[in-house]
């Protein structure tokens, strides 16, 4: 099955600097990567999302970069905001299935 | 409503007992999806359905877990004689077609005593 792999697991930056958390899958048949944020005691709501057929995407400051030949794929917050802090979580699936990564904990200081 | 909903949000059972979290997908949305999230960690798949049918249930931890979906609308997760490992947010997502985003319910929180 699906392995996913995510890091760091946290990340505290000022306010204004960028942020970037990494993760690897190892299934080469997964073709869609979610990127979620979960706030404490709420549910998780994604962010922004990925194809396998595209390199690149961004929205406003948050970007996703992905690289199939090399399983690994990446979220970019610039800018950031204290109320970007939370816990971040990446997902790849193949036909449905999700498999999270382990969750970064990202805390941006005022 | 608008979005996914769980009931109840939060359940405390004592360890053998039987329990049954609940799951309201977003109207028309075809795939349906139980997730298990221990404290600090990221959501386990537990089990998937497109409509009614159950086509992936790789994930549930043992036969003590079980979850159906009858009418192709709400699901329900049932987990019999509870033990305290069982101790976890259950999440439910659903989601309009194949590989398209996934709205999440607000969870329960079950604790095993």
């Known amino acids: 099955g699906e392995n996913v792999e995510q890091h760091p697991s946290t990340l505290s930056v000022q306010e204004g600097d960028s942020a970037v958390i990494k993760c690897t899958y190892s299934?080469?048949?997964?073709?869609?990567f979610p990127w979620y944020k979960q706030e404490l005691g709420k549910r998780p709501q994604l962010i922004i999302d990925?194809?396998?057929?595209?390199g690149e995407k961004k929205d406003q400051r948050i970007a996703v970069t992905l690289n199939k030949t090399a399983k690994h794929f990446s979220l970019h917050i610039t800018e950031t905001q204290p109320e970007d802090s939370a816990v971040y979580f990446c997902?790849?699936?193949?036909?449905?299935?999700?498999?999270f990564g382990s969750g970064t904990k990202l805390n941006v200081k005022p | 409503g608008a979005g996914v909903s769980q009931s109840p949000r939060y359940k405390v059972a004592k360890r053998g007992q039987d329990v049954a979290l609940r799951c309201d997908p977003i109207?028309?949305?075809?795939?349906l999806f139980w997730y298990q999230q221990a404290l600090g960690q990221g959501p386990e798949f537990l089990t998937y359905?497109?409509?009614?049918?159950?086509?992936?249930k790789s994930g549930l931890p043992s036969d003590r877990f079980f979850a159906e979906r009858p009418e192709g609308s709400v699901s329900t997760l049932k987990i019999q004689r509870t033990q305290q490992e069982d101790s976890a947010v259950y999440l439910c997502?659903?989601?309009?077609?194949?590989?398209?985003?996934?709205?999440f319910g607000q969870g329960t929180r079950l604790t095993v005593v």
């Open positions: 997502a659903s989601s309009y077609s194949v590989n398209t985003e996934a709205f």
């Open positions: 299934d080469s048949a997964s073709n869609y």
């Open positions: 359905f497109q409509n009614e049918a159950q086509l992936d």
């Open positions: 109207s028309g949305h075809v795939s």
């Open positions: 997902a790849a699936s193949n036909f449905n299935k999700f498999y």
């Open positions: 990925i194809r396998s057929n595209v």
